[in-house]
């Protein structure tokens, strides 16, 4: 399987990429947060609040 930031063979030491400098490309996208997954918006409320206001009955 080759290194999937730019299609080297992959190093051992570094798995699944080639070198450090390929992890670290890799890192800072995930920082930079170039890499997201797709969100779809809902019109419906989620189910869990927004707002927690802790009581007597929770608190035990």
Not at 6 to 11: A, E, G, I, P, T
Not at 31 to 50: F, Q
């Amino acid at each position: 399987m080759p290194c999937p930031m730019c299609n080297k063979s992959q190093d051992k030491k570094y798995r699944p990429f080639c070198s450090k400098r390929c992890a670290d490309l890799d890192l800072g996208k995930w920082l930079t947060e170039s890499y997201s997954i797709p969100a779809v918006e809902t019109d419906e409320e989620d189910s869990i609040p927004t707002e927690f206001t802790p009581n007597e009955s929770n608190l035990h």
